[in-house]
């Protein structure tokens, strides 16, 4: 089985703090993918990479950035956390660009205040 | 930039009743995804559709891809208690590994 890991299942943590958030996943995927997600507005994606120290931008990438140093790894960092970033984080990974079934980790719930 | 919309956002019917959820890309799609989330889960993998009026069933679940690959449905017959969840669907334009997710619909049954 695909396993997708998050490093923390709460956080909390004050505005203006750097925060990071780690995702791991065992499958040699190439496709990693970070999502947060809000009542009523689903998934969005925030940022994606399909190999290593590529990056590409999503859908809300700003106040956000990510590192991808080794294929199993992939993580966002929140420059300078605000309130209006409180919400859960859900990291994916998927094999490659001809298949993308996305396999996720168990979510980051992050409180900023 | 590429939208999905799911339509209703929330159901509630009664166990036994039949339910549909309604997916609505902007762009066109190289395949179509569904995905089921339950309460306090993290979303999974349902299904795949990649051909123009694709129809696809698993048990009581019929999925399906519109002609213009723009559309999709997902279709519950005889709900149950354990369909509670948030149904998402997810597209995949193809010149990308992007993969946007849908608004998701939120479906609640009672006995």
């Known amino acids: 089985d695909v396993k997708v890991t998050q490093s923390s299942r709460y956080l909390v943590k004050r505005t203006g703090e750097k925060v990071f958030l780690e995702c791991v996943q065992d499958m040699d995927h190439e496709n990693m993918f970070w999502y947060r997600q809000d009542p009523g507005l689903g998934l969005r994606l925030i940022y994606f990479?399909?190999?290593?120290?590529?990056?590409e931008k999503g859908d809300i990438p700003e106040g956000y950035s990510v590192s991808r140093e080794k294929k199993e790894r992939f993580s966002l960092i929140l420059e300078s956390a605000s309130t209006n970033q409180t919400s859960m984080y859900l990291c994916?990974?998927?094999?490659?660009?001809?298949?993308?079934?996305?396999?996720f980790g168990q979510g980051t719930r992050l409180t900023v205040v | 930039g590429q939208q999905v919309m799911q339509i209703p956002q929330y159901q509630h019917v009664q166990e036994g009743e039949d339910f549909t959820t309604y997916c609505n890309s902007s762009?066109?799609?190289?395949?179509i995804q569904w995905y089921k989330q339950r309460p306090g889960g993290h979303p999974v993998f349902l299904i795949q559709?990649?051909?123009?009026?694709e129809v696809k069933k698993q048990k009581r679940l019929t999925f399906q891809f519109g002609e213009a690959k723009k559309n999709s449905s997902l279709h519950i017959t005889a709900t149950q208690t354990t369909d509670v969840g948030t149904y998402f669907c997810a597209g995949d334009t193809g010149t990308a590994s992007k993969l946007t997710f849908g608004t998701g619909t939120r479906l609640q049954v009672t006995l």
């Open positions: 994916a990974s998927s094999l490659t660009r001809g298949n993308t079934e996305a396999f």
């Open positions: 559709l990649v051909k123009s009026g």
């Open positions: 990479s399909y190999d290593v120290k590529m990056k």
């Open positions: 762009t066109t799609l190289s395949n």
